[in-house]
């Protein structure tokens, strides 16, 4: 027993030193990173919730999507060297105030509540929301229909400021908020809800690929002026200028059209 | 002494009054006060479920049937050896609906207490095992059965024993609860996140509902205190 005990605080031991060698080797080529190299890239923390597909996703150890695509390829242009943070939705504009992350794109529609707490570069895609029910579902047709339903949205999104207001009008309506849009269609799937108010690409990307749905789209695209943006924190002229920018080289240089072909 | 004059007291409370972050606390008090009592529901019913379900498997687990001894290790190691926020999900979107129509609450209170029992079973196991062996023989050899000894000798002496335990796992549940905010239990945790997703204040917000699991932790633990004092026979 004795013996057994200090084997394994050997290897404890062994374990820590090989966290300590690794983290020293990736302190070392951090330092090479940050000197100037030829192009002299500056860093771009963008922050994001990688739950929204086709916009961020997860893709192995990578975040891939139509925005990821999009950040990338404005750090290409703009000489920003572009890193990729995930965090929950609602934590996206906190942390552009704060400082924490330099900007965030993540689908996020450019809305005047926002507006106070952070600048929005022009915007980059025109959204929408869009009802998603059960295939069966034959009550819900149209917003009208929402009221005194069971809706779903994620926490913090335009779909679940209009799930409020409906709330709002008639108060027998149930409004059921998760921390990501995937957990709101498990819902729908499983019949705990009666609609999901999202925007409507991620919904159209999710029937697309889901295997096996019971969900389908009803109704017109509504909250037509939802346009999503690229956050940065506020005052921050030169960055929001450099995006601005990068967006419109993008746009002019025919790559942003590519990658909008990529995704839908 | 204009530090201590009466209106700079007020420019205090002024200024903090006024503060966005003052007002969004303010207006949402109730609504956070009706989360809190969402806590203490869910808290209550899963520790009444864990108990059940710890008496059991504890008792399983130093029994010397194989079967109920295999069956109560299995669960205990289960519900100990991964995640609470694993457990939420797997049962929440997984199993709990292929067995009934599940809605979020009763899933909750399920989860939370399915957990709770593999680690109320450990803690009446030590109870039990804790007393000294000379009870059950004495009991035995008054003419008791083992059940009749264990029920009404070892287990109102192992009870005492493990209040102390018992009060740390009801406080860690009750602060655990803020898990099931995930699968949108109107509880204190998700009514803050909803309030601060609109609103961004996280110090104001997330600082008052500290406060508020603090009085209900707090007020757990006092009520072990007295439980502790009224059932001391030294």
């Not at chain 1, 020293?24 to 500056?42: L, M």
């Not at chain 1, 017109?220 to 506020?234: L, N, T």
Request: some cysteine.
């Amino acid at each position: 027993m004795r013996n057994f005990v200090k084997l394994m605080l050997a290897g404890l031991l062994v374990l820590i030193m090989a966290f300590a060698l690794v983290g020293c080797s990736g302190q070392d080529k951090n330092d090479a990173q940050s000197e100037p190299g030829p192009s002299e890239a500056k860093k771009l923390v963008v922050g994001t919730n990688a739950t929204f597909p086709p916009f961020e996703m997860q893709e192995g150890n990578d975040f891939t999507g139509f925005d990821m695509d999009l950040i990338r390829a404005i750090g290409e242009v703009q000489g920003f060297e572009v890193e990729i943070k995930h965090m929950d939705f609602k934590a996206l504009v906190p942390s552009v105030q704060s400082g924490k992350i330099d900007a965030a794109i993540a689908g996020m529609s450019i809305t005047p509540d926002r507006l106070e707490s952070v600048d929005f570069t022009e915007s980059y895609f025109d959204a929408g929301l869009i009802i998603a029910v059960h295939k069966d579902n034959q009550d819900i047709q149209s917003t009208e229909d929402l009221k005194g339903k069971k809706l779903a949205a994620q926490n913090g999104t335009i779909g679940a400021a209009y799930c409020e207001e409906v709330k709002k009008a008639d108060a027998s309506t149930e409004v059921r908020i998760f921390d990501d849009i995937g957990a709101a269609f498990m819902e729908l799937e499983k019949g705990g809800v009666d609609a999901v108010v999202n925007d409507h690409p991620v919904t159209a990307y999710y029937l697309k690929t889901a295997t096996d749905t019971n969900a389908k789209m009803v109704g017109d695209i509504f909250s037509a002026d939802d346009q999503y943006g690229i956050a940065v924190k506020k005052g921050n002229a030169e960055l929001l200028k450099a995006l601005n920018e990068g967006l419109a080289k993008l746009k002019e240089n025919g790559t942003y059209d590519e990658i909008y072909s990529k995704w839908f | 002494m204009p530090l201590l004059d009466s209106t700079f007291g007020l420019a205090i409370l002024d200024a903090i009054t006024s503060s966005a972050g003052f007002k969004v606390v303010a207006k949402n008090f109730v609504y956070f006060l009706g989360g809190a009592w969402y806590t203490i529901f869910i808290t209550a019913l899963s520790v009444a479920m864990g108990m059940v379900l710890g008496l059991f498997a504890g008792l399983g687990k130093l029994s010397k049937n194989k079967i109920i001894y295999g069956i109560s290790t299995a669960y205990i190691d289960f519900f100990r050896g991964t995640p609470l926020f694993v457990q939420i999900f797997l049962l929440y979107f997984g199993v709990l609906p292929l067995i009934y129509d599940n809605d979020s609450l009763s899933s909750a209170i399920i989860a939370l207490g399915l957990n709770s029992g593999a680690y109320i079973a450990e803690i009446l196991r030590a109870g039990i095992q804790a007393i000294d062996k000379g009870q059950m023989e004495a009991a035995r050899s008054l003419g008791m059965n083992e059940r009749q000894a264990m029920v009404l000798v070892i287990l109102p002496q192992a009870f005492k024993v493990v209040i102390p335990p018992l009060i740390n796992e009801f406080i860690a549940l009750l602060k655990d609860s803020s898990l099931v905010s995930a699968i949108t239990v109107a509880e204190l945790m998700h009514r803050g996140d909803l309030v601060f997703a609109n609103t961004y204040q996280a110090t104001w917000v997330f600082g008052t509902i500290s406060l508020l699991y603090l009085v209900m932790t707090k007020t757990i633990s006092m009520l072990g205190d007295y439980a502790e004092r009224r059932l001391a026979t030294e």
